[in-house]
C-alpha cells in the first residue's frame, strides 16, 4: 500500500462537493456540476491503492462535505419541521450525511475493488456505478448524479429516454473525454509503436465515450426542435400567498389564520379580474391555508379541522370565477389525519380529493424505528401516507368568453366577501354553470415530486393531461432549497411529457415545458404573486422513459459492465501474450 495522499484526498471530496453545490440550482452550471464525477474518478483511482478501510473513511468525508456544503440547509430544515434545537438537528444531520448519503461508500468501494481485481476500462465501470447507486440508494432528499447538468438543456432532453439517471451516465462519459483530454496535453510522451491491443484500448477508452455523447446531444437537439405543444388550452391562475411557517403554535392563532384567508381572497379576486375572468383552474400552494379542512365530515368537526370560512372562501372564489381550485388541506378519516390536494369545482363541490404517499421523515412523520424521538421532534406531524393513487378531475371552458364581473374596489370589497361567513347559503343558491369538457391531472405534493418512478406510475395509472405539484418550502430557510427542490421537479415534465405546474407558498413558483424549459417568468423567493397563464393539454403524449421505466437504464448498465469487461479481457491476453525476442 502507497503512502495516504492526504491534499489529494481532500482535493477531490471539496471537488465532489461543490459539483453539487454550483451544479444545482441557482447557479445550475453544467460545467462546474463536472467537478463531481471528476472528483469521483480521481478519487476512485487514488482508492485502489488504499486498504479498504480508507476507502470507507475517504468516503465519509466525501458524503460529510456533500452534506455540509452543498445541503446545508438540511440543518435549518430539520430544526424547523421538528421543532427541536440547534444542537439536536445537527447530531440528526450528521448519521444522516454517512447513512443516508451511502451511493458514495457503495461507489468507491466497489470501484476499489473490480478495479483492483478486474483492471479494465475504468470510466464503463465508474458509470455504471454510479447509475447503479442512483437506482439502489433511498435518499431523504434525492439528489442524482444528473441532477448536476440540468442546466445543460440538450442533455436534458436525454431524461425523456432513461430519466434523471441515464443523465448522469453520460455526464461520467463527459468526465472522462475531460480527463482523457488532460491526459493526452500533459503527456510528454506518446506510444511509439501501437499495436492491436493499445488501438481496441483506445476504441474503448475514447471513440466509445465519445460516440455515446454525440448521440446524446444530437438526440436532444431533435427533441426540442421536434417538440409541438398541444393547442387545447387550459387558462390556469397560480397564487404565491408567501403567507409565512405554519408553526404548531400557530394553529390556534386567529390572527394568523385570518391574515391567510384574507390574502388568498385578495390574491385569488385579483387575478380573477385582471384576467377578465379567462380562468379555469385556480392553483393554491400547500399550506396556503395551513391547518383546515373544507369538509365538514363528522371526523372534522370533532377533530376541528374544519373550517367553515375556508368552504365559504373556496365557493365565494369559485363562484365569482366560474372556475375550479386546486388546493391542499388536512382530513380526518377515522383516527389518523392525511395531507391531501383537493378539488374544489365550479359546480359547488368537493369533487376530489388525492391523499399524499410520500410523506417527510421526521417532519410529516417519525419513522416507527425513531418513534421514540418524539420529545426531540415536537413540530413532527402525525400524518399517515394514501394507499391508492388517483387523477384529480377538472373542467375548462374552450374558448371561454370574457365573464361580466363586477369591478370591486376596496371599500366594497369587504361586504362582498362577508359571504365567506355562511358558505351554506353561497352553495344553497349556486348558479348554473356554463357548459364545459372534463380533463383530468397528476397531483403532486411537495416532496413527492422528487421521485421518478413514483411520478411515472402515477401519470401511467390515470394519465392526467399535466403535473400540478403543491408546495411549502419555507421550512428550509427560504433560500438554497427552494432553487434545487424546483430545479429538481421539473426533470419531471422531461421524463413524463407533461406540463409541470409548480405552486409554492414562498417561492420559486414556475411552469415547466416537456422540454424543461421554463414557460413563464418564475416567481421570486419571499414575493407576494399571481401568475395567470394556458397550458396545453397533451393527454396523448408519452415518453421513452414513461413507457418503458428504467429498461433503458438496464440496458446502460448492460453496456457498461460489458465494455469493462471487455477491457479486461483484452489487457489479460495482452499480458498473457509472449513477446517476441529483440533481434
Known amino acids: 500500500m502507497e503512502k495516504t495522499p492526504y491534499l489529494k484526498i481532500t482535493i477531490c471530496c471539496l471537488s465532489i462537493a461543490l459539483g453539487v453545490l ?35 473513511a475517504i468516503s465519509t468525508l466525501a458524503s460529510l462535505c456533500v452534506t455540509f456544503i452543498a445541503f446545508n440547509w438540511l440543518l435549518v430544515g430539520i430544526r424547523n419541521l421538528s421543532g427541536s434545537s440547534s444542537f439536536v438537528a445537527f447530531l440528526f444531520l450528521l448519521p444522516y450525511s454517512i447513512f443516508l448519503q451511502a451511493k458514495l461508500p457503495f461507489f468507491l468501494l466497489t470501484a476499489r475493488y473490480f478495479l483492483r481485481r478486474y483492471p479494465g476500462q475504468e470510466i464503463w465501470l465508474l458509470a455504471a456505478l454510479a447509475l447503479l447507486s442512483d437506482l439502489c440508494f433511498y435518499q431523504m432528499f434525492p439528489w442524482y448524479y444528473g441532477n448536476l447538468f440540468t442546466g445543460n438543456t440538450f442533455l436534458l432532453q436525454f431524461a425523456a429516454i432513461a ?4 443523465m448522469g451516465f453520460v455526464q461520467f462519459l463527459v468526465a472522462h473525454l475531460v480527463v482523457v483530454l488532460f491526459t493526452f496535453l500533459s503527456s510528454k510522451r506518446k506510444d511509439a509503436v501501437p499495436n492491436k491491443t493499445v488501438a481496441t484500448s483506445r476504441l474503448l477508452d475514447i471513440v466509445f465515450p465519445l460516440l455515446v455523447v454525440i448521440l446524446v446531444y444530437l438526440y436532444g437537439l431533435w427533441h426540442l426542435v421536434s417538440f409541438r405543444p398541444g393547442s387545447d388550452l387550459v387558462h390556469v391562475a397560480m397564487l404565491q400567498p408567501n403567507t409565512g411557517l405554519s408553526l404548531q403554535e400557530k394553529k390556534e392563532d386567529e390572527a394568523f389564520a385570518a391574515t391567510s384567508l384574507s390574502r388568498v381572497a385578495s390574491l385569488a379576486l385579483k387575478a380573477i379580474y385582471e384576467a377578465n375572468g379567462q380562468v379555469d383552474l385556480l392553483v393554491l400552494p400547500e399550506s396556503a391555508i395551513p391547518f383546515f379542512s373544507s369538509n365538514p365530515s363528522p371526523a372534522n368537526i370533532q377533530n376541528k379541522v374544519y373550517s367553515s370560512t375556508f368552504q365559504g372562501l373556496l365557493a365565494f372564489v369559485s363562484r365569482e370565477g366560474k372556475l ?34 410520500i410523506l417527510v421523515p421526521f417532519g410529516e412523520y417519525l419513522p416507527f424505528a425513531f418513534s421514540w424521538l418524539g420529545a426531540l421532534f415536537p413540530e413532527s406531524s402525525k400524518y399517515v401516507p394514501g394507499e391508492n393513487y388517483q387523477a384529480l378531475n377538472y373542467s375548462y371552458i374552450p374558448q371561454r368568453p370574457p365573464l361580466p364581473l363586477r369591478k370591486i374596489v376596496q371599500n366594497q370589497q369587504q361586504d362582498d366577501l362577508q359571504e365567506i361567513q355562511q358558505p351554506e347559503k353561497i352553495l344553497q343558491n349556486w348558479p348554473e354553470a356554463p357548459a364545459s369538457q372534463e380533463g383530468k391531472f397528476t397531483p403532486l405534493l411537495c416532496y413527492e415530486a422528487m421521485f421518478p418512478e413514483y411520478v411515472r406510475e402515477s401519470v401511467n395509472k390515470d394519465a392526467g393531461d399535466f403535473l400540478i405539484n403543491l408546495t411549502n418550502d419555507s421550512w428550509f430557510g427560504n433560500y438554497l432549497e427552494n432553487y434545487q427542490h424546483s430545479s429538481a421537479a421539473k426533470v419531471r415534465a422531461v421524463e413524463t411529457g407533461r406540463y409541470l405546474i409548480r405552486s409554492t407558498l414562498s417561492g420559486i413558483s414556475s411552469v415547466v415545458s416537456p422540454t424543461g424549459e421554463d414557460s413563464i417568468a418564475k416567481t421570486a423567493i419571499n414575493e407576494m404573486a399571481i401568475r395567470t397563464f394556458s397550458v396545453p393539454r397533451r393527454s396523448g403524449a408519452t415518453t421513452i422513459y414513461l413507457r418503458y421505466g428504467n429498461t433503458s437504464n438496464y440496458a446502460l448498465l448492460g453496456l457498461g459492465f460489458l465494455l469493462y469487461f471487455l477491457g479486461f479481457w483484452r489487457n489479460s491476453r495482452s499480458s498473457n501474450t509472449p513477446t517476441k525476442p529483440e533481434k
Open 163 to 166: 430519466g434523471i439517471y441515464g
Open 324 to 357: 375550479d381550485i386546486v388546493y391542499n388541506e388536512m382530513d380526518w378519516e377515522k383516527k389518523s389525519v392525511s395531507n391531501r390536494a383537493s378539488v374544489f369545482s365550479r359546480f359547488g363541490e368537493r369533487s376530489g380529493s388525492y391523499q399524499k404517499q
Open 22 to 56: 454550483l451544479g444545482l440550482a441557482p447557479l445550475e452550471s453544467s460545467l462546474a456540476g463536472l467537478l463531481t464525477p471528476l472528483g469521483l474518478i480521481y478519487l476512485a483511482r487514488i482508492c485502489t491503492r488504499l486498504s479498504w478501510q480508507k476507502t470507507l
